[in-house]
């Protein structure tokens, strides 16, 4: 790599504020990158992409940082390339319910704009004030709310790319129903960055609610709070977010369940009756929570999964499995901290089948907890840990369906493996 041609041409592309040589701030479990370059365009960033890709030079995305320690470290030496210069409203007509933005606005910043409109995007992600719209597409980040909303993947209509040559290439569009044949904007979530760089995205919106409140339901036990949710499950009620917290300080209890519903008033109230009289029959404590209490617990357990920072000691993983198979997954997390004498905090989309899970411990106490989990839920993705465990745990979990495929479509996207090389399962 010719490190003095690549730097003045990064440089006249781009300025020279926005092109750091050995750059800080920017490690990766320990691995620091060879610059940071930060294009204000898709123009910019695609010769961006060009211009390192004819170097070989490996290439890291990085929107707002929050999650940058899942996966592995970078196989080789990189560059970040930065998208928060990327933070523009591309396409926005309210009337239409569809908004076009740039990768590198922040989930905050989106709604804060939205909101002026009585208008919402229905996406919790940690952070939302740092995380942006790229990063959470890319590493398929989901919140509470995905009960009632669905995730990225149901509210994403069009996406627009730069592949690892520099080629920009889009999917979709700005209609809702506006795809035929492979639906091919759905490769890009949860890849990591390994298949391009997402620059921008459109989607479908929704109007805010009337009203909003939420049932939290305290008990010295798990068991009665799940009889809870089969409760919910086996009703009509249509809550938005049903989490299940577990070792979550703010709730005030060891075991808690918060309900989330939005919308018509009548509706709302009907769900705090009924799961009112579900907690009772279960025989653990409800209150009801509005207004800056209601949005408070919310913005707290929002965050819970948050990996930008993260202690020396720390362990997080994301478990997914079937929602019926997520209390014994649970129990086998609490009997393995309890054996090894380490805390566990869980955050559980109880009826989506996805919890976050945290611990703290010695390296060789991590590793053994780690071991018990994926015993019991094969598809349990690390989200961070320390750099001695990464490096040699499964990362991804033990099953990983269609391998194959995608290696073989990682191949046809990016054959020089530039693109966060060593960091995903492919």
């Known amino acids: 790599m010719n490190d003095g041609s690549l730097l003045a041409d990064l440089t006249a592309l781009v300025g ?10 920017y490690a990766i479990y ?12 898709l123009e910019e960033l695609a010769q ?3 211009r390192l890709a004819a170097e070989r030079v490996a290439i890291v995305p990085w929107g707002g940082g929050t999650q940058q320690m899942w996966g592995r470290p970078p196989a080789r030496p990189f560059a ?3 998208t928060n210069r990327l933070s523009r409203i591309l396409d926005y007509t309210p009337d239409d319910l569809t908004i076009s933005v740039e990768a590198g606005m922040t989930l905050g910043a989106l709604s804060t704009a939205l909101a002026a409109n009585g208008q919402m995007l229905p996406i919790d992600a940690p952070l939302p004030e740092r995380a942006t719209i790229g990063g959470l597409l890319a590493t398929a980040m989901d919140g509470p709310r995905r009960l009632g909303y669905g995730s990225a993947r149901d509210l994403l209509i069009g996406i627009r790319v730069v592949e690892a040559t520099g080629r920009v290439s889009k999917a979709g569009g700005m209609v809702v129903k506006n795809v035929s044949g492979f639906d091919m904007m759905k490769l890009y979530l949860g890849s990591f960055g390994t298949l391009a760089i997402i620059a921008s995205a459109n989607f479908k919106l929704i109007p805010q609610p009337r009203v909003a409140a ?3 339901c305290r008990a010295t036990s798990p068991e009665p709070l799940w009889k809870v949710v089969n409760a919910i499950a086996a009703s009509q009620l249509t809550p938005v977010a049903v989490e299940y917290l577990e070792g979550v300080e703010l709730t005030g209890a060891t075991f808690a369940l918060a309900v989330r519903s939005e919308g018509l008033p009548a509706a709302v109230e009907r769900h705090l009756r009924d799961v009112t009289s579900f907690a009772t029959q279960a025989g653990v404590r409800a209150e009801v929570l509005r207004d800056e209490a209601h949005s408070s617990l919310w913005t707290a ?14 362990l997080v ?3 997914t499995c079937l929602p019926a198979t997520m209390p014994g997954v649970l129990a086998t997390a609490r009997t393995a901290t309890q054996r090894l004498y380490i805390p566990l905090q869980g955050s559980v989309r109880a009826l989506n089948g996805v919890a976050y899970l945290r611990v703290r411990g010695a390296v060789d106490q991590l590793r053994e907890w780690h071991a018990a989990i994926i015993q019991a839920a094969p598809q349990t993705t690390i989200m961070a840990a320390p750099a001695a465990l990464v490096v040699e745990a499964p990362v991804f979990g033990t099953q990983l369906p269609n391998l194959d495929l995608m ?18 399962v492919v």
């Open 16 to 25: 020279e504020q926005h092109v750091v040589d050995h750059p800080g701030g």
């Open 30 to 41: 320990g691995q620091s990158p060879l610059l940071s370059v930060a294009p204000g365009s």
């Open 48 to 50: 961006t992409v060009a």
């Open 80 to 82: 970040v390339v930065i």
């Open 214 to 216: 939420s049932m939290l």
């Open 301 to 314: 357990i929002n965050d819970l999964p948050q990996t930008a920072t993260v202690a020396a000691d720390e």
């Open 317 to 319: 993983v994301r478990i």
């Open 407 to 424: 290696q073989r479509i990682k191949q046809e996207f990016d054959p020089e493996h530039l693109l966060n090389p060593g960091r995903f």
